[in-house]
């Protein structure tokens, strides 16, 4: 639980940076900063926060039965993270150095070091 625990201090952390890149943004900042004149890069990112890697309204206890190993666990955090890993890389695309591409990449490198804590973990367990 401790390790869990810690996943979720690192993931809040990553909350309140993003909250601060966009608190910091000017309207003409928010524009994309890609050439997508159907929006579909806009589109892609709204369906991954709002319902599958951000999705606030789903309680992640409800998607476990109880009968998960501690590996099923590590294994769903790693898929997790992937997912993030993907949205983060779409959202990077979408804005300027100037207003927090660094701080994304920051974000990006440590989303992949926690897959490799997380195997390291689980190769621990074995």
Partial sequence: SKLLLNLAAWEDGHERAFAAIRAAL?????????????G???IYL???ADGHVFDVRVNPADKLTGKESAEDI?????????????????LKEMISQKTGREKIE??????????????????ALT
Avoid at 74 to 90: C, H, N, P, W
Avoid at 106 to 123: D, P, Q, T, V, Y
């Fill in 74 to 90: 590590l294994r769903m955090a790693i898929g997790q993270e992937k997912d993030s890993i993907v949205f983060y890389t779409g």
């Fill in 40 to 42: 579909e890069t806009s």
């Fill in 26 to 38: 000017t309207n003409q900042e928010r524009e994309p900063m890609a050439f997508d004149p159907e």
């Fill in 106 to 123: 920051e974000i990006i490198k440590e989303e992949m070091s926690h897959i490799g804590f997380l195997n390291r973990e689980i190769a």
């Fill in 46 to 48: 709204r369906a991954m």
